[in-house]
C-alpha cells in the first residue's frame, strides 16, 4: 500500500510560493503606507510631494539622489518587489538627501550657513510600526484566495 497523505513536495512547494506572495503583497502595501502624506493620515510632509514619490524597493540599501532630483510620479517598485525572496534583505527608504533632516529633524547650522529648528516627522519609524499588522492583513487576504 502507497503513501496516501498529502504530497510533501507539492505542499512544501505551495508553501513556498505563499510565503513569497505574502512577503511580496506585504512589503509593496508597505511601500503604499511609506509614501502616505500628511495630508492623507499619513507622516511624510508635503511641500512639492517630492520626498513622498522617492519611495524605493530593494534588495540592496537605496542610494542617496543627488541634490535636486525631483520624481513626478511615483517611483515604480515593481522590479524591486519582483526580486524580493523570503530570507533575503529588503530595503525600503527614501532617497532625497533632505529625507533623514525631514524624518529626525534638525537643530544647527548646514553647510550653506542657513540655522534651522525644525522637528522630525518620524515617518520612517511610524512606516515601520505598521508592519505587523500589514504582514497580518495580507496573510488574511492571501488565505482566502
Keep these: 500500500m502507497g503513501w496516501t497523505g498529502t504530497d510533501p513536495t507539492r505542499w512544501a512547494g505551495r508553501t513556498e ?3 513569497t506572495a505574502l ?4 512589503v509593496q502595501e508597505l511601500a503604499k503606507e511609506a509614501g502616505n502624506t500628511v495630508e492623507n493620515t499619513g507622516r511624510v ?3 512639492s510631494g517630492n520626498l513622498a514619490r522617492s519611495v524605493i524597493v530593494s534588495n540592496t540599501p537605496p ?6 532630483v525631483v520624481y513626478e510620479t511615483p517611483r515604480d ?7 524580493i525572496e ?7 527608504g527614501w532617497t532625497p538627501k533632505y529625507s533623514r533632516r525631514a524624518n529626525y529633524g534638525f537643530v544647527g547650522t548646514d553647510s550653506l550657513g542657513r540655522t534651522y529648528n525644525q522637528s522630525g516627522y518620524g515617518f520612517a519609524e ?6 505587523e499588522g500589514i504582514v497580518k492583513v495580507q496573510a488574511t487576504k492571501i488565505a482566502n484566495r
Design 23 to 26: 512577503l511580496r503583497a506585504s
Design 17 to 19: 510560493a505563499l510565503m
Design 45 to 47: 510632509p508635503v511641500k
Design 77 to 83: 517598485n515593481a522590479g524591486g518587489i519582483q526580486s
Design 86 to 92: 523570503p530570507g533575503k534583505p529588503v530595503f525600503i
Design 126 to 131: 511610524s512606516t515601520a510600526a505598521k508592519w
Design 63 to 68: 542610494v542617496v539622489d543627488a541634490p535636486g
